[in-house]
């Protein structure tokens, strides 16, 4: 239970010590242990009669680890209960069994499991003793399975999993136990469940102040008539490890069964390192519980030290500077790998990211995995995080409508205590696109939750994302939003303040452009807009369901990518955006529907290979020197092709067919390419920037010539053996002379030896049905991605990549 669900008796007894650490006594071991659950499952598909029951005989289940989506391992089927909608992958109902031990020292502590996130309707049973049911599929949650355990021999939990109901989603959601599971211990009087709220409420460049609330749970047998002698010892860390702050709070007591309190304590240092976007600066507080002399909890809390400020006019500041939160939404899917969430993945979705200029991610539209927080706290990311898609009306038939007046308070609570501490969370946002924008019930509705937030944590502003945000919609009249968010719009944002006097406003989703990698019809100067209407073809596009990357096709709601920016950029007041997406997702194919089954949204596609217009944003966002030319150099001879250049640091860009000039362009007000008109000829193109007449950066592309051979190159030859690190490999086809064949489309067949496994394969195509889970992948566009996962054991593996008529490749990565 947590603090705000049960009775407390506050106790704010303190002693601050700023700037210094007192000699307190040393421990060799933690009391609390967290333990990594995911290895050892077992896995069926489909119902199981008594499947809870610990005499069951689960031999004959598929032997497998965690996390683990089961959707993603089936065909994509254009008559599936999920529709195209939900990634067209079957769902239905799975079961999960492990059997452990717990050793008989444990017998006088406190067991517990964590679930990061089950998708969805999990029912969890531990010895055939039910824990209990959670609905929502993005929410963390903890059973105790403290009574029902045998300490010092064999334990059997049982997890049922129920994604049959469709759909119930409008994106690809994934089957299973997707996220980590945890196996946590400590003593029985320790702190409760993210039972730590640190806060900075004074911060300067010379000084901090920190807050820390610590709820301490007692369960213990006792005399209720009594109370628990006990002490709190926080401290402080920087980076390095070095102690350099801490809080001794002694004398302090607490009750018997079951009790939490709540304890305060300050730390006050000087001259902090403030996480910033740039400088994600970490440190860390260390608390101990101690009673009888004992120390019977150790618990950490992590702390970025910052402060931000949404200015009505000014927008948005992060540590007294002005800057724009540069953002990107994104669903939870990891491409082919689907919803399983792998920290690797994760991770470097985050770093290409970074590398355009990104600073910003909303969780779109639910809880994120909690590692997708700790990842932004260290690379310096500001998170949207986002709660609900709809609260009491739904947008498909079974969705979290079904559960909202039962579960929105317990979800939402989860979800604030469990990120509160996280520097990187920024904005909470309570709701996306909500059907009930117009309902007066929202007048009710938005004050409630954004109560439930602000109970737990006032120190960030709460937003909904709204698809209709002008003055009719009852969220925002409600008067329970800090930060007014439009859901596109684009083009009434200079009057947002005739409609929206001293408010202030946050770009919750923007742009929608649409773009298929590699692909380019002409001219690519007329926009192209896809009807307002799901039910309606795309009746301007192509028999293959591809979109032009020229970033000329937009949805009728959104905008294309540089005319979005080009607003942005222009007013202060807009603190910042958050583009629909950065990465392509699966599931939704806005424009298309089968045999499309994934996005065309992302400015990077789902293999992880970027878009032309990838370069623009770090043209616009980056310090880097940018010179990007589209498109390839593979035409008709005689037809018209409409060369772009995204560019910055320059004056001006001069391109050259074949070493003949076509003329040097210059940016022109606000326009963020340049474009020639070039009458193809095969050869080499090269366009040359300039600055001052001084050549700032040179880009080549070559007409290719037939497919030749395959190149293996990995994102790191050198991985973890630890049975979840990846590598991730991009096949290229290239012609004799090492150019990258734009067209070439060549069946790749993979053969794996040594430690580890394919663990997806993928090339970005929305329209593929080759399954992900294989040991082959058609190129699309000249390209083909293989993930290899380590298998736990140390050693070299060998990939070999073969296709007919091809010279193969070899590639060896180094597992340790």
């Not at 603090?3 to 609390?32: C, E, N, Y």
């Not at 289940?61 to 089927?77: Q, Y």
């Not at 079957?90 to 017998?107: D, H, I, M, N």
């Not at 002409?522 to 990357?549: E, L, Q």
């Given at each position: 239970?947590?603090?705000?669900?049960?009775t407390?008796?506050a106790a704010?007894?303190?002693?601050?010590?700023p700037?210094?650490?007192?000699?307190?006594k040393?421990?060799?071991q933690?009391?609390?242990?967290?333990?990594?659950?995911?290895?050892?499952?077992?896995f069926?598909?489909g119902?199981?009669?008594?499947?809870?029951?610990?005499?069951?005989?689960?031999a004959?289940?598929r032997?497998?680890?965690?996390?683990h989506?089961?959707?993603?391992?089936?065909?994509?089927?254009?008559?599936?209960p999920?529709?195209?909608?939900?990634g067209?992958?079957t769902?239905?109902?799975?079961?999960?069994?492990k059997?452990?031990?717990?050793p008989?020292?444990?017998k006088d502590?406190?067991?517990?499991?964590?679930?990061?996130?089950v998708?969805?309707n999990?029912?969890?049973?531990?010895?055939?003793?039910?824990?209990?049911?959670?609905?929502?599929?993005?929410?963390s949650?903890?059973?105790?399975?403290?009574p029902y355990?045998?300490?010092?021999?064999k334990?059997v939990?049982?997890?049922?999993?129920?994604?049959?109901?469709?759909?119930?989603?409008r994106?690809?959601?994934?089957?299973?136990?997707?996220r980590?599971?945890?196996?946590?211990?400590?003593?029985?009087?320790?702190?409760?469940h993210w039972?730590?709220?640190?806060t900075?409420?004074?911060?300067?460049?010379?000084?901090?102040?920190?807050?820390l609330?610590?709820?301490?749970?007692?369960?213990m047998?006792?005399d209720?008539?009594k109370?628990?002698?006990?002490?709190?010892?926080?401290t402080?860390?920087?980076?390095?490890?070095?102690?350099?702050g801490?809080?001794?709070?002694?004398?302090?007591?607490?009750?018997?069964?079951?009790?939490?309190?709540?304890f305060?304590?300050k730390?006050?240092?000087?001259?902090?390192?403030?996480?910033?976007?740039?400088?994600?600066y970490l440190?860390?507080i260390?608390?101990?519980?101690?009673?009888?002399?004992?120390?019977?909890d150790?618990?950490?809390?992590?702390?970025?030290?910052?402060?931000?400020?949404?200015d009505?006019d000014?927008?948005?500041?992060?540590?007294?500077k002005?800057?724009?939160i540069l953002g990107?939404?994104?669903?939870?899917?990891?491409g082919?790998?689907g919803?399983a969430?792998?920290?690797?993945?994760?991770?470097?979705?985050?770093?290409m990211?970074?590398?355009?200029?990104?600073?910003?991610?909303?969780?779109?539209?639910?809880p994120?995995?909690?590692e997708l927080?700790d990842?932004?706290?260290?690379?310096?990311?500001i998170v949207?995080?986002?709660?609900?898609?709809?609260?009491?009306v739904?947008?498909?038939?079974?969705?979290?409508?079904l559960?909202?007046?039962?579960?929105?308070?317990?979800?939402l609570?989860?979800?604030?205590?469990?990120?509160?501490n996280?520097?990187?969370?920024?904005?909470?946002s309570?709701g996306n696109?909500?059907?009930?924008?117009?309902?007066?019930?929202?007048?009710?509705?938005?004050?409630?939750?954004?109560?439930?937030?602000?109970?737990?944590?006032?120190t960030?502003?709460?937003?909904?994302?709204?698809?209709?945000?002008?003055t009719?919609?009852k969220?925002?009249?409600?008067g329970?939003?800090?930060?007014?968010?439009?859901?596109y719009?684009?083009f009434?944002?200079?009057?947002f303040?005739?409609?929206?006097?001293?408010?202030?406003?946050?770009?919750?989703?923007?742009?929608?452009?649409l773009?298929?990698?590699?692909h380019?019809?002409?001219?690519?100067?007329?926009?192209?807009?896809?009807?307002?209407?799901?039910?309606?073809p795309?009746?301007?596009?192509?028999?293959?369901?591809?979109?032009s990357?020229?970033?000329n096709?937009r949805p009728?709601?959104?905008s294309?990518?540089?005319?979005?920016?080009?607003?942005?950029k222009?007013?202060?007041?807009l603190s910042?955006?958050?583009?629909?997406?950065?990465w392509?997702y699966l599931?939704?194919p806005?424009?298309?529907?089968?045999?499309?089954?994934?996005?065309?949204?992302?400015?990077?596609?789902?293999?992880?290979?970027?878009?032309?217009?990838?370069?623009?944003?770090?043209?616009?966002?980056?310090d880097?020197t940018v010179?990007?030319?589209?498109?390839?150099?593979?035409?008709?001879?005689?037809?018209?092709i409409?060369?772009?250049?995204f560019?910055?640091h320059a004056?001006e860009v001069?391109?050259f067919?074949?070493?003949?000039?076509?003329?040097?362009k210059?940016k022109?007000?606000?326009?963020?390419?340049?474009?020639?008109?070039?009458?193809?000829?095969?050869g080499?193109?090269?366009?040359?920037?300039?600055?001052?007449g001084?050549?700032?950066?040179?880009e080549?592309?070559?007409?290719?010539?037939?497919?030749?051979?395959?190149?293996?190159?990995?994102?790191?030859?050198?991985i973890?053996?630890?049975?979840?690190?990846?590598?991730?490999?991009t096949?290229?086809?290239?012609d004799?002379?090492?150019?990258?064949?734009?067209?070439?489309?060549?069946?790749v067949?993979?053969?794996?030896?040594?430690?580890?496994?394919?663990?997806g394969?993928?090339?970005?195509s929305?329209?593929?049905?080759?399954p992900?889970?294989?040991?082959?992948?058609h190129?699309f566009?000249?390209?083909?991605?293989?993930?290899?996962?380590?298998?736990?054991?140390?050693?070299?593996?060998?990939?070999?990549a073969?296709?007919?008529?091809?010279?193969?490749?070899?590639?060896?990565?180094?597992?340790?």
């Amino acid at each position: 239970m947590s603090l705000f669900r049960t009775t407390l008796r506050a106790a704010r007894i303190l002693i601050l010590v700023p700037f210094l650490f007192f000699g307190l006594k040393s421990f060799a071991q933690s009391p609390r242990s967290k333990a990594d659950f995911d290895m050892g499952w077992r896995f069926n598909l489909g119902d199981v009669k008594g499947g809870e029951e610990p005499g069951l005989n689960d031999a004959k289940w598929r032997a497998l680890n965690l996390p683990h989506d089961w959707s993603i391992e089936g065909k994509f089927d254009k008559n599936s209960p999920a529709t195209v909608e939900g990634g067209a992958l079957t769902g239905g109902l799975g079961w999960y069994r492990k059997t452990f031990t717990v050793p008989a020292s444990s017998k006088d502590k406190m067991v517990y499991i964590d679930f990061d996130g089950v998708y969805w309707n999990s029912t969890v049973w531990i010895n055939g003793h039910k824990l209990g049911f959670r609905p929502n599929g993005y929410i963390s949650f903890r059973y105790d399975m403290t009574p029902y355990l045998k300490f010092g021999g064999k334990n059997v939990i049982a997890v049922k999993v129920d994604n049959s109901v469709q759909p119930n989603s409008r994106w690809y959601s994934g089957s299973g136990i997707y996220r980590h599971v945890w196996l946590e211990t400590t003593d029985k009087l320790a702190i409760d469940h993210w039972g730590t709220y640190v806060t900075t409420p004074e911060v300067t460049d010379h000084s901090a102040t920190i807050d820390l609330n610590i709820v301490v749970k007692n369960n213990m047998a006792g005399d209720d008539s009594k109370s628990l002698p006990m002490e709190l010892q926080s401290t402080l860390y920087d980076a390095k490890g070095n102690s350099i702050g801490s809080a001794v709070s002694k004398n302090l007591t607490i009750n018997y069964a079951g009790a939490a309190t709540l304890f305060d304590q300050k730390i006050s240092i000087i001259n902090p390192s403030l996480w910033s976007v740039d400088n994600p600066y970490l440190y860390r507080i260390v608390t101990k519980v101690i009673t009888g002399g004992k120390v019977t909890d150790e618990y950490t809390t992590p702390l970025g030290i910052r402060y931000f400020n949404f200015d009505a006019d000014k927008g948005f500041s992060l540590n007294g500077k002005p800057m724009k939160i540069l953002g990107v939404c994104d669903h939870h899917d990891l491409g082919s790998l689907g919803a399983a969430l792998n920290n690797r993945a994760l991770q470097r979705q985050l770093e290409m990211l970074k590398a355009m200029g990104c600073n910003g991610i909303r969780t779109s539209h639910n809880p994120p995995a909690p590692e997708l927080l700790d990842l932004a706290d260290k690379m310096g990311f500001i998170v949207m995080d986002e709660a609900f898609d709809c609260w009491e009306v739904g947008k498909v038939k079974y969705d979290y409508h079904l559960f909202f007046k039962e579960w929105h308070k317990r979800d939402l609570e989860d979800q604030v205590l469990r990120d509160r501490n996280h520097p990187s969370v920024m904005i909470w946002s309570i709701g996306n696109e909500i059907p009930q924008q117009g309902d007066p019930r929202s007048l009710t509705l938005a004050p409630e939750l954004a109560g439930i937030v602000h109970s737990l944590d006032k120190t960030r502003p709460i937003t909904t994302a709204n698809d209709r945000p002008d003055t009719s919609n009852k969220i925002i009249q409600s008067g329970a939003l800090d930060l007014i968010g439009y859901n596109y719009h684009e083009f009434n944002y200079a009057g947002f303040h005739d409609r929206y006097p001293g408010k202030k406003f946050i770009a919750t989703e923007t742009t929608s452009g649409l773009e298929t990698r590699g692909h380019y019809d002409m001219p690519s100067d007329s926009i192209r807009v896809w009807p307002n209407r799901w039910d309606k073809p795309f009746t301007d596009g192509n028999p293959d369901n591809t979109v032009s990357a020229y970033d000329n096709v937009r949805p009728a709601w959104g905008s294309t990518h540089e005319a979005t920016w080009k607003v942005m950029k222009k007013y202060d007041f807009l603190s910042g955006m958050f583009i629909w997406t950065g990465w392509d997702y699966l599931g939704e194919p806005t424009p298309y529907k089968w045999p499309s089954r994934s996005s065309y949204f992302g400015i990077i596609d789902l293999a992880g290979f970027p878009k032309d217009i990838y370069y623009m944003y770090q043209s616009e966002w980056t310090d880097k020197t940018v010179l990007h030319i589209l498109p390839h150099w593979n035409w008709e001879p005689g037809k018209t092709i409409d060369v772009w250049a995204f560019y910055n640091h320059a004056d001006e860009v001069e391109l050259f067919l074949n070493g003949k000039s076509l003329g040097t362009k210059k940016k022109e007000g606000d326009d963020l390419h340049v474009m020639w008109r070039v009458k193809y000829e095969p050869g080499t193109l090269k366009a040359v920037s300039r600055k001052d007449g001084k050549i700032v950066k040179t880009e080549v592309i070559h007409t290719a010539g037939k497919p030749a051979k395959i190149q293996l190159v990995a994102d790191r030859k050198n991985i973890k053996a630890n049975g979840k690190d990846l590598s991730f490999v991009t096949v290229r086809i290239l012609d004799k002379d090492g150019n990258v064949v734009p067209t070439a489309d060549n069946l790749v067949n993979f053969k794996l030896n040594g430690n580890a496994f394919i663990a997806g394969v993928d090339n970005g195509s929305e329209t593929d049905h080759d399954p992900f889970k294989a040991n082959y992948r058609h190129a699309f566009n000249g390209l083909a991605l293989a993930i290899l996962q380590s298998n736990g054991k140390p050693g070299n593996i060998t990939l070999d990549a073969s296709s007919k008529g091809l010279t193969g490749a070899t590639l060896v990565i180094n597992s340790k």
